[in-house]
């Protein structure tokens, strides 16, 4: 570039010191003002620059000013021939974070708490009809102290308003070939590879490529040849990205990655994004994990090692029954365990799995307490305490969600009465129903096992008032819910639901109720999310009416 190293001391009122960066079409400065001692970063770019990005950022930064984690656009003008915007000086990007980092990947802690802060950001910047359009860990960055926990976006060069200025209405579809805009790693695949207009749902998925990333040792697959020089190295970059199924991508991490990917790619062009349903699975996602579900980012991280070890066993389309899928998992060994927040542990979850072969992979695991499937390792409210960095210490007497649902499934496994496990179906509607994420997880689907093989069992309890055809669209069929590939659409789950509650207030015995809870567990495992609804807590209320009415 023409304008290198020819930078002024002095643009408009501001003393340029130290570079921080350079960018595509210009720099960054650290400047201080003049008058005030003010300190800020200086952006300088040509005025006759061809992509005129500083320009496009002056007309988007009045739609931002007060929002959380978007920089102040103190000044900005000509000066000479430079074209400059004054903003507010800020820490490091998380891209430099990344590069200095030690470890293969990110901490899940850190990671939940950047999906936590970018989605909010988006949801501000969208609200006010703005699209980023460059999402990536180098226009993310750190506040300075007293900031420092807080995420700003920065670079509008790329944004764009998708509300029509004038007509206030979303800016239309169009399959009119277009230049891409945006970045290689994490722009969707539908703006990189098919070259459709970018709205929210695009800015989504680059966030969800972007957790990805951070937490796969090497990156994404796409990534790890660089920046692609030729048309080729190009043109196989977006193969390998639009063939790669979000299955695929986010193998050996914990489930919510992959639903928050799928149901991005799911949106419609001008629908608006969960922005509070993926803010909160990510906080649970914390919490479940043992750490502070409070978004605050604190580098370098306070405690990698997570306090709760609980695996979160993706249940997968082809985990054939659901049946069987909720046997094993109340069946799974839950001693000490890696999380698997991060794909290193896939080894670990095969070594620490009763090997089939014998053989194991990977590092030994540390020596375990003895384990059983009544010993589940969670944080309790003492550990809570110990440890130092736990900020948000499960309040005394309460269990995490994960640990109480756990304690739920055993005394379902040792009821002795339809009056107890009704008791107990109201205790886990309620534990779902106060806790942030309404998402069914391991240790929720664990409790319907468990409630399945009590009421499956005819020796367990009294037999069933009269006896009843087995219903038509039964358990087992009901079980291939989550294999069929689609996930449910949200009519058809509320349909499902909504008859299901209506069944299980006729269920004429114990064996009928557990094809219902089975066939529950296979419609909320299909669903997208695997929330619990409210249709799904009618149906839950309605189990537990009928167990009493049974008794
Ligand atoms: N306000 C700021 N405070 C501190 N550092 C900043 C600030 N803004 C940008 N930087 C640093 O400068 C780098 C480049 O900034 P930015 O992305 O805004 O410039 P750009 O010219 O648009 O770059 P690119 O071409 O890479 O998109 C950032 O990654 C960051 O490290």
Same mark, same amino acid.
């Given at each position: 570039?023409?304008?290198?190293?020819?930078?002024?001391?002095?643009?408009?009122?501001?003393?340029?010191?130290?570079?921080?960066?350079?960018?595509?079409?210009?720099?960054?400065?650290?400047?201080?003002?003049?008058?005030?001692?003010?300190?800020?970063?200086?952006?300088?770019?040509?005025?006759?620059?061809?992509?005129?990005?500083?320009?496009?950022?002056?007309?988007?930064?009045?739609?931002?000013?007060?929002?959380?984690?978007?920089?102040?656009?103190?000044?900005?003008?000509?000066?000479?021939?430079?074209?400059?915007?004054?903003?507010?000086?800020?820490?490091?990007?998380?891209?430099?974070?990344?590069?200095?980092?030690?470890?293969?990947?990110?901490?899940?802690?850190?990671?939940?708490?950047?999906?936590?802060?970018?989605?909010?950001?988006?949801?501000?910047?969208?609200?006010?009809?703005?699209?980023?359009?460059?999402?990536?860990?180098?226009?993310?960055?750190?506040?300075?102290?007293?900031?420092?926990?807080?995420?700003?976006?920065?670079?509008?060069?790329?944004?764009?308003?998708?509300?029509?200025?004038?007509?206030?209405?979303?800016?239309?579809?169009?399959?009119?070939?277009?230049?891409?805009?945006?970045?290689?790693?994490?722009?969707?695949?539908?703006?990189?590879?098919?070259?459709?207009?970018?709205?929210?749902?695009?800015?989504?998925?680059?966030?969800?490529?972007?957790?990805?990333?951070?937490?796969?040792?090497?990156?994404?697959?796409?990534?790890?040849?660089?920046?692609?020089?030729?048309?080729?190295?190009?043109?196989?970059?977006?193969?390998?990205?639009?063939?790669?199924?979000?299955?695929?991508?986010?193998?050996?991490?914990?489930?919510?990655?992959?639903?928050?990917?799928?149901?991005?790619?799911?949106?419609?062009?001008?629908?608006?994004?969960?922005?509070?349903?993926?803010?909160?699975?990510?906080?649970?996602?914390?919490?479940?994990?043992?750490?502070?579900?409070?978004?605050?980012?604190?580098?370098?991280?306070?405690?990698?090692?997570?306090?709760?070890?609980?695996?979160?066993?993706?249940?997968?389309?082809?985990?054939?029954?659901?049946?069987?899928?909720?046997?094993?998992?109340?069946?799974?060994?839950?001693?000490?365990?890696?999380?698997?927040?991060?794909?290193?542990?896939?080894?670990?979850?095969?070594?620490?799995?009763?090997?089939?072969?014998?053989?194991?992979?990977?590092?030994?695991?540390?020596?375990?307490?003895?384990?059983?499937?009544?010993?589940?390792?969670?944080?309790?409210?003492?550990?809570?305490?110990?440890?130092?960095?736990?900020?948000?210490?499960?309040?005394? $007497?309460?269990?995490? &969600?994960?640990? /109480? @649902?756990? !304690?739920?499934? =055993?005394?379902? +496994?040792?009821?002795?009465?339809?009056? #107890?496990?009704?008791?107990?179906?109201?205790?886990?509607?309620?534990?779902?129903?106060?806790?942030?994420?309404?998402?069914?997880?391991?240790?929720?689907?664990?409790?319907?096992?468990?409630?399945?093989?009590?009421?499956?069992?005819?020796?367990?309890?009294?037999?069933?008032?009269?006896?009843?055809?087995?219903?038509?669209?039964?358990?087992?069929?009901?079980?291939?819910?989550?294999?069929?590939?689609?996930?449910?659409?949200?009519? $058809?789950?509320?349909? &499902?639901?909504? /008859? @299901?509650? !209506?069944?299980? =207030?006729?269920? +004429?015995?114990?064996?009928?109720?557990? #094809?219902?809870?089975?066939?529950?567990?296979?419609?909320?495992?299909?669903?997208?999310?695997?929330?619990?609804?409210?249709?799904?807590?009618?149906?839950?209320?309605?189990?537990?009416?009928?167990?009493?009415?049974?008794?």
């Amino acid at each position: 570039m023409a304008h290198q190293n020819k930078y002024p001391r002095y643009v408009g009122n501001y003393e340029l010191h130290q570079k921080l960066g350079a960018g595509f079409s210009g720099a960054i400065f650290c400047a201080r003002h003049i008058h005030t001692n003010q300190w800020v970063a200086l952006k300088l770019q040509p005025i006759n620059e061809s992509c005129p990005t500083n320009r496009y950022e002056r007309s988007f930064y009045p739609a931002l000013q007060g929002g959380e984690g978007m920089p102040t656009l103190w000044a900005s003008g000509h000066h000479g021939t430079w074209d400059y915007l004054a903003i507010d000086l800020l820490g490091s990007s998380l891209d430099s974070l990344h590069r200095s980092k030690t470890t293969d990947v990110w901490d899940l802690r850190s990671v939940c708490c950047v999906a936590q802060q970018v989605i909010a950001r988006l949801q501000f910047m969208h609200a006010r009809g703005l699209l980023h359009r460059d999402i990536q860990l180098g226009n993310c960055v750190l506040g300075l102290p007293p900031n420092n926990t807080t995420i700003y976006m920065i670079d509008f060069g790329f944004s764009k308003f998708y509300i029509d200025q004038h007509t206030k209405r979303h800016i239309p579809d169009s399959k009119a070939p277009r230049d891409f805009i945006g970045n290689y790693w994490f722009s969707s695949v539908r703006v990189h590879c098919r070259g459709s207009v970018p709205s929210r749902r695009d800015d989504m998925e680059a966030v969800a490529l972007m957790l990805v990333h951070m937490l796969t040792p090497g990156g994404l697959s796409w990534t790890r040849n660089g920046v692609p020089k030729t048309d080729e190295a190009h043109n196989r970059l977006m193969y390998e990205k639009r063939n790669a199924t979000p299955e695929e991508i986010c193998r050996g991490l914990p489930p919510v990655f992959e639903e928050f990917l799928r149901s991005c790619r799911r949106l419609q062009f001008a629908e608006r994004p969960d922005y509070e349903r993926w803010i909160e699975e990510f906080a649970t996602l914390a919490e479940d994990n043992g750490f502070p579900s409070s978004p605050d980012f604190i580098w370098p991280p306070p405690n990698p090692e997570p306090t709760v070890r609980v695996q979160t066993a993706p249940l997968r389309k082809d985990s054939g029954e659901l049946e069987g899928v909720l046997n094993g998992l109340a069946n799974m060994q839950l001693g000490e365990r890696q999380v698997l927040g991060v794909r290193d542990n896939l080894v670990n979850r095969d070594t620490n799995a009763a090997p089939k072969d014998g053989k194991k992979g990977g590092k030994p695991p540390k020596p375990s307490p003895p384990k059983s499937k009544e010993v589940i390792n969670l944080i309790s409210d003492d550990e809570g305490s110990r440890d130092e960095n736990a900020r948000a210490a499960p309040a005394a $007497g309460r269990l995490t &969600k994960a640990a /109480r @649902l756990a !304690q739920i499934a =055993r005394e379902v +496994a040792a009821a002795t009465d339809n009056v #107890a496990l009704a008791r107990l179906v109201r205790d886990f509607a309620r534990t779902m129903e106060e806790n942030r994420s309404r998402m069914l997880t391991k240790e929720g689907f664990a409790v319907l096992d468990a409630l399945h093989k009590q009421l499956a069992d005819p020796s367990v309890f009294a037999g069933p008032i009269r006896t009843a055809r087995p219903r038509a669209s039964g358990a087992s069929e009901a079980s291939q819910g989550g294999d069929g590939g689609a996930r449910e659409t949200r009519q $058809g789950k509320m349909n &499902k639901l909504w /008859r @299901l509650g !209506q069944d299980v =207030r006729r269920a +004429a015995g114990n064996e009928q109720l557990a #094809a219902l809870v089975v066939e529950f567990g296979a419609v909320i495992n299909g669903s997208s999310g695997r929330t619990v609804t409210k249709d799904g807590f009618g149906f839950l209320a309605g189990l537990a009416g009928r167990l009493d009415a049974l008794a």
